[in-house]
Every structure is written in structure tokens, then in C-alpha cells.
């Protein structure tokens, strides 16, 4: 049944498509797209019952000129979709998302470091934030302006069509005086915006350093030329009521921010919390909070943060409940960072999914985890090793590492509008070997090769079920002088086809 599925679908290719040939010789492979450097090795636990999807991840390494780029990847590790950037850039925050009721990819691309805030000002990126269709077309992006940069935190769409974007500004001649600084110092000004999309117009701006005592912040002014990044915002998104919830990573608080007035509402942790806090349910240098519930939070709670004070040995993904009448805030569940990790001390992230199950990603040590909802562990991975080392301001060294600013597992089906790529191999003896692509097609089940001794005679030799980027297919066979390569789904149907490759 299989073999007739496969040759009736082979069959309606050569029926319904014009023969085209390449020019490229038979040993050739640069048809194919780029391997990424960041090979995840996945590791499961005995009888996981994992929930659906695809794993969205935005792997960098701190040397900043080697290749990375966002990497969709499979509960089994092998790459679905990988985008290179160019050499010195990375993405961040790659996730799905809606826009106009259509399933969209979204991230930040740019540089990590923005020299224009000190060598000493860390994660304030300078790039843009893109928006891509099912087919892999950029469709929107929010480029850097004379007037504001989008910064690497957050690209948070909204279900008017709007975005919540981060970003910095310079601000010189603060006061300082009151944390020890200088009379006459320059601030890394946190900045909070919701843009419309389709008109580009600015809906609201909102400054940390206009609502927010400077005295708050923990992370105490470096070596006094460099801008002080007091607040460092590292998400906004929509809490209960129309408000937007803030993150602040060195004031240790999330704030409750009122867009039509900018004022805040509430503040939760920190110096000057509005919740009185359990012990459990204190924090630290935390990224990705989201309102579960009108009452319930969850973040990804990095209290081995760094380069300030580490408050605990390990991160953690953690759960609050907020009682507005009594102003106290508890600690619901947790999921500690996994004792065999190097500390995650930087980035981070918590997604919880329709079946309860759990996304972890660990941000500064380039690994994410899923949980069941009972917090036991199903799967994790462990990234490549990296290479080299990176010089600090300092002149200090330190070891290069992978990081992934956030991890998610959501359903995604794109078919690129490119078609398949090959290439083919012959080796001394006469034998073929074919590498099959198509970067981003989720739907393949499995390769089928047609060869033949022209370009009007091929024939169904060789199958291969689907397995990564590059799928490698052994092709045997007499009078192979054309070649072409077809993408089947689960079905049997045909997707896309190959160019005719000639051997010779």
C-alpha cells in the first residue's frame, strides 16, 4: 500500500510539474541550508508523556561574531526551521504568536551589546523586532529609530494588533548623590511602549525613571563613567483590567502600570513592596512574568543572579498567589533549577501548556526542561559545548557559553514558500548519497528519490523518512543521470519537489 501511495504520488509530480534542471555539478551541497551550531541532545524520562508542539528556542553564545540564529527543534532535538543571522547578531524571544488572528513567528534580532551605554551596561541590545508568516515572509518589523531602539526583552503582541516593546535611553545630568554616585550622572533610562502596527503610531511611552525612586534599585552604580542601568525592564505584558504588568530585574519588583496615566498602581517585591511577601514567595533579578490568573503569577525567578548578589544557589520557576484584600502575596509551586546545571543567573522563562505540563527554560545556561503538572521531570537537553573564551572590560576571561533567552513549545505548521533542496554525492565506487532539505516544513513525513536516464523517465529508488534539517538518503541503482527529490506527508500527499539534479 505504502509503495503504491508513494509511486501514484511520485507519479503526479512528473504529471503536473514542468521539468527544470540546475546547473550544479552532481558532488555539490550548497543547495542546503546552514547547520546550526547549537545541536540540542535530548534527554527523556522513562514512560514522559510529553504534550504536542515544537520547542522555540533563541541559542547565542557570549563570543558575539559566532553563528546563531532562532531554531525551531522537535521533542526528539532534530531542527525543523533554522535562520542564520548575520555574524554579530542574535536572536532573542522567538516565539509564536497571534496577529489578525494568524499564527505568526516574532523575535528580536540585533546586536547584544549597545555601545552607546558603557561597556559595562549588560543586555541592553540594539536591533529590531520582526514579525514573520506561516510561509517565512517578514511581514512586519519595528526597525531602530534616532528616537528609540527596540531593545532584546520583550516583543509582546496585543489582540488590538498592538505591540509592547522594551527599549533604553540615555538620560545625563541625574543626581546621584542619593545611592553615592555622582551629582551630574547619566542613567539607562527603562522604557516601556505600545506601538500599532499597521500605522506604526506610538499608543503610550512609559519611563521607569520618571515613576520610580532611583534608591530602589539594587544593582549599585559600576565603575562611575559607564550609565547606570538602574531598573532594567525585561518584559511587559497585559495584566486584569487593561493594566500592563512591568518587570524589573534590579529593583528585585513587578509593577502594576496604569497605561493611560503611566502612574503605579501596585508594586510587588522589592524595596517598597504593596504585598507583604512569605518567605517562599520572595524573589530576585526575575524575568518573565505573566498573570496566570486575576490573582496568580508566575515568573522564572533567576535568585542566582549576577553580577550583583547572588540571593539563592539555585533559579527557579515559580508560582505566586496575590490576595488584593489583605495585600499579601504567597508562594503557590515552584520548580527548581536541576542541581547537575552550571547556576542560571542571567534571562529565563515559565510557560505553562493547555495539558499542564510545564516549559522551563533556563536561560543563561542554554537549556530548557518540560514538566507534568505534578512538577516531575520528562525532558531536558544539553546544549553543545562551546569553545573559546571572552575578554571582559575588565581584561578578566571567561569561558564562551550558550545562552537561550527564553524557551517555548508551541503548534506551529508553515510550508516555506521556497521549494526543497539537495544535493547529491557520488562516491568512487559509483554510489549516490542525497541530502534532502526543506528549512521550515513541518508537514514532511518522509523523502521520496527519483532517478532515471533522463529527465522524461524518473522513477521512484530510494525513501527516507524525514529527520532533521538535512535528511541523508542512500541511493542505489543503473542509468542514474538526473535526480529529484519529493517531500511526502503523513498522508502520502505530495508537498514540494526538488530541481532535477543532473549526476554529471
Do not use: C
Not at 509511486?7 to 550548497?30: H, K, P
Not at 542574535?90 to 552607546?116: C, E, I, M
Amino acid at each position: 500500500m505504502r509503495a503504491r501511495r508513494l509511486a501514484a504520488a511520485a507519479a503526479a509530480v512528473l504529471a503536473a510539474s514542468v521539468v527544470s534542471t540546475t546547473t550544479a555539478a552532481a558532488d555539490t551541497g550548497d543547495a542546503l541550508p546552514p547547520r546550526p551550531a547549537f545541536n540540542v541532545g535530548v534527554h527523556l524520562t522513562t514512560g514522559a508523556k510529553l504534550a504536542p508542539g515544537l520547542f522555540l528556542i533563541d541559542p547565542h553564545q557570549t563570543v558575539p561574531n559566532l553563528p546563531s540564529g532562532p531554531e525551531i527543534v522537535d521533542n526528539r532535538g532534530r531542527v525543523v526551521w533554522y535562520d542564520q543571522l548575520p555574524s554579530g547578531e542574535s536572536a532573542s524571544n522567538f516565539r509564536v504568536q497571534t496577529y489578525h488572528g494568524k499564527p505568526v513567528l516574532t523575535w528580536w534580532q540585533g546586536s547584544s551589546d549597545n555601545p552607546a551605554f558603557g561597556a559595562f551596561a549588560l543586555g541592553i541590545g540594539q536591533g529590531e523586532d520582526v514579525m514573520m508568516d506561516d510561509h517565512y515572509r517578514i511581514i512586519r518589523t519595528i526597525p531602530t529609530t534616532s528616537e528609540f531602539t527596540p531593545d532584546s526583552h520583550e516583543f509582546q503582541l496585543t489582540p488590538q494588533g498592538n505591540a509592547l516593546i522594551t527599549g533604553y535611553r540615555l538620560v545625563p545630568h541625574v543626581d546621584l548623590t542619593s545611592i553615592g554616585g555622582s551629582a551630574d550622572g547619566t542613567v539607562a533610562d527603562s522604557l516601556a511602549r505600545e506601538v500599532n502596527l499597521q500605522t506604526g503610531k506610538v499608543l503610550f511611552t512609559w519611563s521607569a525613571l520618571a515613576h520610580v525612586p532611583l534608591t530602589d534599585s539594587h544593582a549599585l552604580p559600576l565603575f562611575g563613567s559607564s550609565p547606570w542601568d538602574f531598573f532594567h525592564i525585561n518584559s511587559i505584558s497585559e495584566a486584569p483590567g487593561g493594566n500592563i504588568l512591568i518587570s524589573a530585574r534590579h529593583m528585585w519588583a513587578l509593577y502594576d502600570i496604569n497605561p493611560r496615566t503611566g502612574d503605579v498602581v501596585w508594586t510587588l517585591g522589592g524595596k517598597h513592596s504593596s504585598f507583604t511577601l512569605d518567605p517562599r514567595a520572595a524573589f530576585a533579578w526575575q524575568h518573565d512574568p505573566r498573570f496566570v490568573s486575576h490573582d496568580e503569577i508566575r515568573l522564572f525567578d533567576n535568585e542566582a543572579g549576577i553580577p550583583f548578589e547572588p540571593v539563592a544557589s539555585q533559579s527557579r520557576a515559580l508560582w505566586l498567589h496575590l490576595d488584593h484584600r489583605t495585600h499579601t502575596a504567597s508562594a503557590v509551586r515552584q520548580i527548581v533549577q536541576p542541581s547537575d546545571q552550571p547556576e542560571s543567573n542571567s534571562q529565563g522563562s515559565v510557560q505553562t501548556l493547555p495539558d499542564g505540563n510545564v516549559v522551563v527554560g533556563w536561560g543563561s545556561t542554554g537549556t530548557f526542561s518540560e514538566y507534568d503538572a505534578a512538577g516531575q521531570l520528562l525532558l531536558s537537553d544539553t546544549p553543545p559545548p562551546p569553545s573559546g573564551t571572552v575578554t571582559l572590560p575588565t581584561g578578566a576571561t571567561i569561558p564562551n557559553a550558550w545562552s537561550t533567552y527564553r524557551a517555548f513549545k508551541q503548534n506551529w505548521t508553515a510550508i516555506p514558500d521556497t521549494p526543497p533542496t539537495a544535493s547529491v554525492h557520488r562516491d568512487a565506487s559509483g554510489k549516490y548519497s542525497v541530502s534532502a532539505a526543506w528549512n521550515g516544513a513541518t508537514l514532511v513525513a518522509r523523502w521520496v528519490v527519483l532517478t532515471g536516464p533522463d529527465t522524461a523517465h524518473l522513477q521512484p529508488t530510494a525513501t527516507a523518512d524525514w529527520n532533521g534539517l538535512i535528511t541523508p538518503i542512500s541511493v542505489t541503482g543503473a542509468d542514474i543521470a538526473y535526480i529529484r527529490v519529493v517531500a511526502i506527508d503523513s498522508h502520502g500527499d505530495v508537498l514540494g519537489q526538488t530541481d532535477t539534479i543532473p549526476t554529471s
